[in-house]
Structures are given as structure tokens and as C-alpha cells.
């Protein structure tokens, strides 16, 4: 098992940045392929953004791209995730998981973390 643990939500504006952490401890973390969901109020959790273990693939969803960028220190057991142009549709919580897949499924992933909230006001 991987314990994730996220930080970095808040409160911002509409068009401002934020980036999320999420530190990973316990089994070893480079093998795992890392990647960030979030749930909205009332609505599915659903994919954002996955990275290879070696951070050399990535993928996002498409209201993701171009605005989100999704990096990983493995160094430092640490996932980000950078996030620009922030829109008050993307108010949620935050979660990043870890699984053995590169995959977008969410039952693709077997460790995930607490979630951090993410509020963003008009």
C-alpha cells in the first residue's frame, strides 16, 4: 500500500493558479503511475490528468489541456499538479491516486488520498 496525502487546495478566482501536492509514503513509489481526479458536488468523480512512473507519458483530459500541467518528483515522493485559468465549474475536491496501470479508469487505481478542496470563485 502507498499512503497519499494532498495539499495545495484553496480559495481562488476565477482565471488564478494553483498547484496541488501529493506525497507519497509507505511501498515504493516509482513503480506506481500517478494521476489526479476530482469530484463536484453532487456529480462522479472523473479523470484529470495520469503520468508514467518515469514521467515521461502523460495524458489529460481535455479540459485539462493546455491549462493543467501534471509532474512528478520521484526523489521527493512528491505528484503535482499545476493548474492555470482556473474556471468556477472546476470547484471540487482533488484526489490523486496510485495504480500499477496508465490508465484514466478509476479502477485502475488502488491508493488514493484524502482529497483537497479546490474553490473557485466568480
Known amino acids: 500500500q502507498v499512503q497519499l496525502v494532498e495539499s495545495g487546495g484553496g480559495l481562488v478566482q476565477a482565471g488564478g493558479s494553483l498547484r496541488l501536492s501529493c506525497a507519497a509514503s509507505?511501498?515504493?513509489?516509482?513503480?506506481?503511475?500517478m494521476a489526479w481526479f476530482r469530484q463536484a458536488p453532487g456529480k462522479e468523480r472523473e479523470f484529470v490528468a495520469v503520468?508514467?512512473?518515469?514521467?515521461?507519458?502523460?495524458l489529460y483530459t481535455d479540459y485539462a489541456t493546455g491549462r493543467f500541467t501534471i509532474s512528478r518528483d520521484n526523489a521527493k515522493n512528491t505528484l503535482y499538479l499545476q493548474m492555470n485559468s482556473l474556471k468556477p465549474e472546476e470547484t471540487a475536491v482533488y484526489y490523486c491516486?496510485?495504480?500499477?496501470?496508465?490508465?484514466?479508469?478509476?479502477?485502475?487505481?488502488?491508493?488514493w488520498g484524502q482529497g483537497t478542496q479546490v474553490t473557485v470563485s466568480s
Open positions: 491516486a496510485a495504480g500499477v496501470e496508465f490508465t484514466t479508469h478509476i479502477s485502475g487505481y488502488d491508493n
Open positions: 509507505g511501498r515504493t513509489f516509482s513503480p506506481y503511475a
Open positions: 503520468i508514467t512512473w518515469g514521467g515521461g507519458s502523460t
